[in-house]
């Protein structure tokens, strides 16, 4: 593979938004009619015009001055707005632009692979969804910023509009979302190349033809059809593997957004590196993704990621090998990171679909994690349960869990989806009791047991331990590297 060349931010702004015109003060097209800024925190603004030109941004009765550098950059920073109604944004300069319709709220950023571009007019039931629309204060942005309506609302991300309308009824707030996915795209797509280049056990990720190499036909077809997906959106494009450097996608749709003012990140992908022999890697690639969007930013803003739900045949024997498993783990590896979170999303997948349609569901825990702990809704669980940790007495190992909302719970009929095994790896479906916020597993075969998994499938279909508020465990093993 040709090594990742480097590229300055000049050349970056000039291709994502065209080469700055003279004499006229320009805008990213982020800042347009409709938009939406973050609430509470300071306001980065900014743009292009000749070098030496005054340029001045108001809103809400504050203004702020600057004078634009010699690259014709030029960056203001607004001191923090309230929510107050539609409001307009003016920026002088040689000419002026007069932005209408502005909101203050919560802005959150999008991004993944195609089942975050699949949009509300692919979801589950959505004639009633779009008969519902209409929530003028739901925005998103993609190439322009649209406001939600029943005649706008199909091509929003539906895992991002349903994560939005939850904040919005719960909060009261304007949303903004803004929509950066790619159908097919692995994850150091999405990670700049500086940050990734050097990691040691990541080599194997960039060798020629690493990916290619490693796909069974199934999942090679799995892959072609999530490709095929995406590109049938309206006006958005998916990524093929061959043609695609590590980066790419972290410069062309992230790195323009910086530093945009967001309040957080929702993050849906894993497909595309779950069907590689290095999905193992998945969670050291998110930890590094995550860090170095927080490092351009200069803010640990929250990051919830969505756990992939089940695809394929159910699963039929104790423990399965299982890139998407190995992908999940990686997401619940990400919770060591401050101010991360993890929707689980075991119920809402298809067995033969790799773009489910349940995006409501989705949305819905996204937003149960993002109410819980970014606006400390009391009323609200952050998530299912989550293992905590673990000992072995005897014939028997005892799990401790968080997140017990209400208690554990074995949802219809005995507790199933956990193997057990001893130091032969003869994995066996185990014996599972729940004792106060721990499950108690064994099994007669496995006098002295050395590991426990849960879930651990492609398609887990047997799995059922919940917690009282309703959210399903996370999978997990005791026996990670």
């Known amino acids: 593979m040709r090594k990742p060349y480097a590229i300055t931010a000049a050349v970056l702004l000039a291709c994502f938004f065209g080469a700055p015109a003279h004499a006229r003060v320009r805008l990213p097209p982020i800042f347009s009619d409709h938009m939406v800024l973050q ?42 707005l309230k929510a107050d109604g539609a409001l307009t944004l ?20 999008c991004s993944g692979q195609s089942n975050m571009v699949l949009p509300v007019s692919k979801a589950r039931d959505y004639a009633g969804e779009q008969s519902a629309a209409r929530w003028p204060l739901i925005r998103i942005f993609q190439n322009k910023w649209l ?64 990916d290619a190499a490693a796909l069974s036909p199934e999942a090679a077809a799995q892959a072609q059809s999530d490709r095929k997906q995406a590109m049938g959106v309206e006006g958005r494009q998916a990524v093929t593997g061959s043609k695609t450097r590590p980066g790419q996608l972290y410069d062309d749709r992230i790195a323009p957004l910086i530093p945009y003012a967001i309040r957080g990140v929702i993050w849906y992908q894993g ?46 024997v104790p423990v399965e090998s299982s890139g998407r498993a190995l992908v999940r783990e990686g997401v619940l590896q990400s919770l060591s990171l401050p101010q991360t979170g993890m929707a689980v999303t075991l119920g809402t997948g298809e067995a033969t679909n790799n773009h489910p349609t349940n995006k409501q569901e989705v949305g819905r825990r996204l937003a149960q994690w993002a109410l819980a702990t970014v606006y400390a809704c009391k009323d609200v669980a952050a998530s299912g349960p989550l293992p905590a ?26 507790l199933k989806g956990f193997a057990i095994a001893g130091s032969d790896q003869k994995w066996v479906w185990a014996d599972a009791q729940i004792s106060g916020t721990t499950v108690v597993v064994s099994h007669p075969s496995v006098p002295a047991p ?15 331990l919940f917690n009282g508020a309703g959210l399903p465990a996370s999978p997990f093993r005791t026996d990670a590297p």
Not at 58 to 73: H, R
Not at 93 to 108: A, R
Not at 188 to 200: C, R
Not at 398 to 410: C, K, P, Q, R, W
């Open 450 to 464: 050395v590991a426990v998994r849960y879930a651990w499938a492609g398609n887990p279909a047997s799995c059922n």
């Open 389 to 414: 940790g673990h000992t072995i007495t005897g014939n028997r190992v005892v799990i401790s869990f968080t997140h017990t909302d209400g208690g554990l719970v074995a949802r219809d009929g005995p």
């Open 147 to 210: 406001v939600c309506s029943p005649e706008t609302v199909g091509v929003f991300s539906a895992a991002a509009y349903f994560f939005g309308r939850d904040i919005h009824q719960k909060t009261g707030l304007p949303v903004g979302l803004i929509e950066r996915a790619a159908g097919g795209s692995p994850i150091e797509l999405w990670t700049s190349w500086d940050a990734q280049k050097d990691v040691p056990e990541l080599k194997p990720v960039f060798a020629p033809k690493a």
């Open 90 to 109: 003016t920026v002088s300069g040689s000419n002026t632009i007069t932005i209408q319709d502005v909101l203050i709220g919560e802005v959150w950023l």
């Open 39 to 80: 609430g509470g925190t300071n306001v980065p603004v900014w743009g292009w015009a000749d070098a030496g030109e005054h340029v001045a941004v108001a809103i809400a009765g504050q203004s702020k001055a600057t004078v634009v550098g010699a690259d014709g950059a030029w960056r203001v920073t607004l001191d923090a």
């Open 271 to 316: 497909e595309a590196n779950s069907y590689t022999v290095h999905a193992d890697l998945y969670g050291r690639q998110l930890a590094i993704m995550i860090a170095d969007w927080r490092k351009h930013w200069g803010s640990t803003f929250p990051f919830v990621s969505v756990q992939l739900p089940e695809l394929g045949q159910p699963q039929t």
